[in-house]
Protein backbone atom coordinates (compact mmCIF):
# COMPACT_ATOMS: atom_id res chain seq x y z
CA UNK A 1 0.00 0.00 0.00
CA UNK A 2 1.37 3.61 -1.07
CA UNK A 3 -0.15 6.83 0.30
CA UNK A 4 1.04 9.77 -1.28
CA UNK A 5 -0.29 13.50 -0.04
CA UNK A 6 -0.21 16.65 -1.47
CA UNK A 7 -2.16 19.96 -2.04
CA UNK A 8 -0.66 21.56 1.16
CA UNK A 9 0.64 25.21 0.87
CA UNK A 10 0.74 28.66 2.58
CA UNK A 11 -2.22 30.60 3.59
CA UNK A 12 -3.28 33.10 6.00
CA UNK A 13 -5.03 32.96 8.65
CA UNK A 14 -9.15 32.47 7.63
CA UNK A 15 -8.40 31.13 4.99
CA UNK A 16 -8.75 27.07 3.17
CA UNK A 17 -6.87 24.81 2.38
CA UNK A 18 -7.64 20.88 0.68
CA UNK A 19 -5.18 18.90 0.77
CA UNK A 20 -5.05 15.10 -0.77
CA UNK A 21 -3.77 11.81 -0.15
CA UNK A 22 -3.93 9.15 -3.14
CA UNK A 23 -3.74 5.83 -1.93
CA UNK A 24 -3.03 2.59 -4.05
CA UNK A 25 -2.84 -0.95 -3.41
CA UNK A 26 -4.55 -4.07 -2.80
CA UNK A 27 -8.21 -3.44 -1.04
CA UNK A 28 -7.43 -0.15 -0.15
CA UNK A 29 -10.81 0.81 -0.50
CA UNK A 30 -11.92 -0.95 2.69
CA UNK A 31 -8.97 0.63 4.77
CA UNK A 32 -9.27 3.12 7.11
CA UNK A 33 -8.09 6.48 5.87
CA UNK A 34 -7.36 9.10 8.02
CA UNK A 35 -5.36 12.04 8.82
CA UNK A 36 -2.37 13.25 11.38
CA UNK A 37 -0.38 16.22 11.50
CA UNK A 38 2.98 17.17 13.21
CA UNK A 39 4.09 20.75 13.97
CA UNK A 40 7.44 22.02 14.95
CA UNK A 41 9.02 20.26 18.10
CA UNK A 42 5.42 18.43 18.64
CA UNK A 43 4.22 14.65 18.44
CA UNK A 44 2.41 13.97 15.61
CA UNK A 45 -1.00 14.12 16.20
CA UNK A 46 -4.52 12.84 15.22
CA UNK A 47 -6.85 14.88 12.93
CA UNK A 48 -9.51 12.98 11.57
CA UNK A 49 -10.18 9.67 10.29
CA UNK A 50 -12.79 8.02 7.48
CA UNK A 51 -14.26 4.52 7.20
CA UNK A 52 -14.99 3.38 3.55
CA UNK A 53 -18.71 3.25 4.57
CA UNK A 54 -18.32 7.12 5.43
CA UNK A 55 -18.18 7.13 8.64
CA UNK A 56 -16.12 9.95 10.20
CA UNK A 57 -14.44 11.03 13.83
CA UNK A 58 -12.28 14.66 13.98
CA UNK A 59 -9.72 15.59 16.92
CA UNK A 60 -11.37 18.56 18.85
CA UNK A 61 -9.28 20.85 17.72
CA UNK A 62 -10.82 20.42 14.16
CA UNK A 63 -14.19 19.89 14.53
CA UNK A 64 -16.47 21.83 12.56
CA UNK A 65 -13.59 23.44 10.69
CA UNK A 66 -12.32 20.69 8.85
CA UNK A 67 -13.95 18.21 6.90
CA UNK A 68 -12.71 14.37 5.64
CA UNK A 69 -14.20 12.89 2.86
CA UNK A 70 -13.02 10.07 0.55
CA UNK A 71 -13.93 8.76 -2.99
CA UNK A 72 -13.30 5.02 -3.17
CA UNK A 73 -13.62 4.66 -6.64
CA UNK A 74 -10.58 6.91 -6.98
CA UNK A 75 -9.00 5.36 -4.11
CA UNK A 76 -8.72 9.08 -2.67
CA UNK A 77 -9.21 10.73 0.79
CA UNK A 78 -9.51 14.82 1.17
CA UNK A 79 -9.19 17.21 3.85
CA UNK A 80 -10.91 20.39 3.77
CA UNK A 81 -9.48 23.06 6.05
CA UNK A 82 -11.85 25.96 6.60
CA UNK A 83 -11.23 28.89 9.23
CA UNK A 84 -7.02 28.13 8.92
CA UNK A 85 -5.31 29.28 12.67
CA UNK A 86 -1.66 29.56 12.95
CA UNK A 87 -2.02 26.68 15.43
CA UNK A 88 -2.85 24.60 12.33
CA UNK A 89 0.68 25.13 11.20
CA UNK A 90 2.07 21.23 10.31
CA UNK A 91 2.81 18.68 7.94
CA UNK A 92 -0.09 16.94 7.50
CA UNK A 93 0.35 13.01 6.81
CA UNK A 94 -1.95 10.56 5.25
CA UNK A 95 -2.79 6.88 6.48
CA UNK A 96 -4.45 4.06 6.37
CA UNK A 97 -4.92 1.07 8.84
CA UNK A 98 -6.49 -2.33 7.84
CA UNK A 99 -8.67 -3.03 10.28
CA UNK A 100 -11.36 -0.54 11.69
CA UNK A 101 -11.66 -0.59 15.52
CA UNK A 102 -12.98 1.89 18.51
CA UNK A 103 -10.69 4.66 18.79
CA UNK A 104 -8.47 4.81 16.14
CA UNK A 105 -6.78 8.20 17.02
CA UNK A 106 -2.65 7.11 17.87
CA UNK A 107 0.13 6.91 15.45
CA UNK A 108 0.41 3.13 16.38
CA UNK A 109 -2.65 1.86 15.48
CA UNK A 110 -1.86 2.58 11.72
CA UNK A 111 -0.35 0.61 8.90
CA UNK A 112 0.74 2.66 6.53
CA UNK A 113 1.91 6.39 6.12
CA UNK A 114 2.10 8.70 3.50
CA UNK A 115 5.21 11.52 3.20
CA UNK A 116 3.28 14.51 3.98
CA UNK A 117 2.30 17.75 2.86
CA UNK A 118 3.04 21.11 4.70
CA UNK A 119 0.68 23.92 5.75
CA UNK A 120 1.71 26.79 6.65
CA UNK A 121 -0.99 29.28 8.06
CA UNK A 122 0.26 33.20 8.86
CA UNK A 123 -1.22 35.42 11.06
Known amino acids: VRLQAFGGGLVQAGGFLRPSCAAS????????LGWFRQAPGKEREFVAW???????YYADSVKGRFTISRDNAKDMVYLQMNNLKPEDTAVYYC??????????????????WGQGTLVTVSS
Open 95 to 112: AAKRISAIGMTFTSEYDY
Open 25 to 32: GRLVSSFV
Open 50 to 56: ARWNGNT
